[in-house]
Nanobody, 126 residues
Framework: QVQLRESGGGQAQTGGSLTLSCEVS????????FTWFRQVPGKVRGFVAG????????LEENSVKGRFTIFRDDVKNAIYLHMTSLKPEDSAVYYC???????????????????WGQGTQVTVSS
């Protein structure tokens, strides 16, 4: 059973940086497509960034493009989301998600996710 454990959330100032980690157990990180979603109260979880299996192709949502970077460490079997130039509107619970997908296939909809982490809160103050 694949298990995902997020860490690295917390508080940051506007313009600051945080790096979220997603430790993966029960499977090899490069066998899955991984996605970071985020959710604020009263809204559905929304796509933030994704990385495909094998080749590691990436995609970022437009509002975070150029500020957030998703990457993978095959040795540590972990996924990361490096967030810079943070804004108050980035405040949310961030979730790591994994889905078995062919190479170069990204998951952007939560309905296609197979495994979820428990989430980590990010709060950005102005």
């Amino acid at each position: 059973q694949v298990q995902l454990r997020e860490s690295g959330g917390g508080q940051a100032q506007t313009g600051g940086s945080l790096t979220l980690s997603c430790e993966v157990s029960g499977g090899a990180v490069n066998d899955f497509a991984f996605t970071w979603f985020r959710q604020v109260p009263g809204k559905v979880r929304g796509f933030v960034a994704g990385i495909s299996s094998k080749s590691g192709s990436t995609l970022e949502e437009n509002s975070v493009k150029g500020r957030f970077t998703i990457f993978r460490d095959d040795v540590k079997n972990a996924i990361y989301l490096h967030m810079t130039s943070l804004k108050p509107e980035d405040s949310a619970v961030y979730y790591c998600a994994a889905s078995p997908q062919p190479d170069r296939t990204l998951v952007v909809l939560e309905g296609n996710v197979r495994h979820w982490g428990q989430g980590t809160q990010v709060t950005v103050s102005s």
